[in-house]
């Protein structure tokens, strides 16, 4: 086979990792961790959204639509349970339990739709913490 048919049938194969179950999974879960509009919980509603003094964000701007994050299913454990499973499936290697979270890696079996979806999450949940540019995993998410 030329150097040319190789990069041609490149173009057409799909990283057949994509449809691994716990990946198809953990993207479903990325489209359902917010809802559409601003947070309605009852601290938002009091005040007025104005969320100072929250320790993690409720309402996001996602490229220009206003999302909330969905409490009851995005918290740190579930969030690190769901890509716990999706990492394994497509690295085949465990999700490293501290340190830096290789976000580059995470946007490999996501669909490109829900990357602005990943970094809010993240943070949200309390699973990561931006320290100087890095996301760290937070150990208190693995419990």
Request: one cysteine or more.
């Amino acid at each position: 086979m030329s150097t040319d048919e190789k990069m041609t049938g490149d173009l057409f194969e799909v990283d057949k990792r994509l449809a691994l179950k716990p990946v198809v999974d953990f993207n479903t879960y990325l489209l359902a961790a917010f809802g559409d509009g601003p947070c309605t919980c009852v601290r938002c509603v009091a005040s007025a959204g104005d969320e100072t003094g929250y320790e993690f964000q409720h309402t996001f701007n996602l490229q220009g639509q206003q999302a909330n994050r969905r409490f009851a299913s995005t918290a740190g454990s579930d969030v690190l349970l769901m890509l716990k499973k999706a990492w394994l499936s497509y690295t085949k290697t465990e999700l490293p339990g501290s340190g830096n979270l290789a976000l580059d890696t995470v946007k490999d079996f996501v669909e490109p739709q829900l990357h602005k979806r990943l970094l809010a999450l993240f943070l949200a949940s309390g699973l990561v913490k931006d320290m100087d540019g890095e996301l760290r995993i937070q150990a208190q998410a693995m419990v």
